[in-house]
């Protein structure tokens, strides 16, 4: 009887946390514009060691393409539909063009690999759940 009330209790109290650990509003929101330019300035900037002119050079060439890739964003969709990967490329390559000339040449490897592992980890790049060919 004391195991049974016991196991009721946990199962309960498991059940609580479940429903207070759930988004209020369903879905998650995206980090905004400004606090997006804040991690390039904290994941990029800042190892690269750039001076104030080449930060806010960077942080522009940034900007753009978060607005350029919110443009392709189709929000009406529930959930929203993600840009085609062609397109967000093509904008990377043009980007990563603007920071090749705001940075000397020496660091610009440095640069790919920090720009590479800053990314937002998406819904392929999780192990437990491959797409499919």
Request: charged share 30%; hydrophobic share 35%; proline share 10%.
């Amino acid at each position: 009887m004391k195991t049974r009330v016991f196991t009721s209790i946990i199962i309960l109290f498991v059940g609580i946390n479940f429903g207070f650990s759930q988004p209020k509003d369903g879905s998650q929101q995206p980090p905004s514009q400004k606090e997006r330019i804040g991690m390039v300035e904290e994941r990029i900037c800042k190892p690269l060691n750039l001076n104030k002119q080449q930060t806010e050079k960077v942080t522009s060439a940034f900007n753009e393409f978060f607005a350029e890739i919110e443009k392709l964003v189709d929000k009406s969709a529930n959930p929203p539909i993600r840009p085609e990967k062609a397109k967000v490329d093509a904008l990377g390559k043009i980007r990563d063009e603007k920071v090749r000339q705001a940075i000397p040449q020496s660091i610009f490897p440095k640069y790919l690999e920090l720009e590479l592992s800053a990314r937002p980890k998406g819904p392929e790049d999780n192990d437990l759940h491959p797409v499919k060919p």
